[in-house]
């Protein structure tokens, strides 16, 4: 079972940035394909990073579109966690964020952070 904890939301002004944290445990974390998702108000929970880790080709990221240049996800294995750095941030990245963790070859939706809240002004 794994357990998930997210820290570094805020409130941010439009341009600024804010870097996530989701420290992982009770898992072999390298294992782990891990995630960012967020959920704005009266909006469904969309995907936003992604990043898988192999000992042969390092992280493999994916994002969605509107965060590409802007959102960085990074992971340090050795901690047990994953990072989103995001920058040039928006109005409309405010939601709350949370973190996943899905074994490999599955899809997220097992393990969820509780979340963390991020707002941006504009």
């Known amino acids: 079972q794994v357990q998930l904890v997210e820290s570094g939301g805020g409130l941010a002004q439009a341009g600024g940035s804010l870097r996530l944290s989701c420290a992982a445990s009770?898992?072999?974390?390298?294992?782990?394909?891990m995630g960012w998702f967020r959920q704005a108000p009266g909006k469904e929970r969309e995907f936003v990073a992604s990043i898988s880790w192999s000992r042969w080709s390092g992280g493999n990221t994916n994002y969605l579109d509107s965060v590409k240049g802007r959102f960085t996800i990074s992971r340090d294995n050795a901690k047990n966690t994953v990072y989103l750095q995001m920058n040039s941030l928006k109005p409309e990245d405010t939601a709350v964020y949370y973190c996943?963790?899905?074994?490999?070859?599955?899809?997220?939706?097992?393990?969820w952070g509780q979340g963390t809240q991020v707002t941006v002004s504009s």
């Open positions: 009770g898992g072999t974390f390298s294992s782990y394909r």
């Open positions: 996943a963790a899905a074994r490999s070859g599955s899809t997220f939706g097992d393990y």
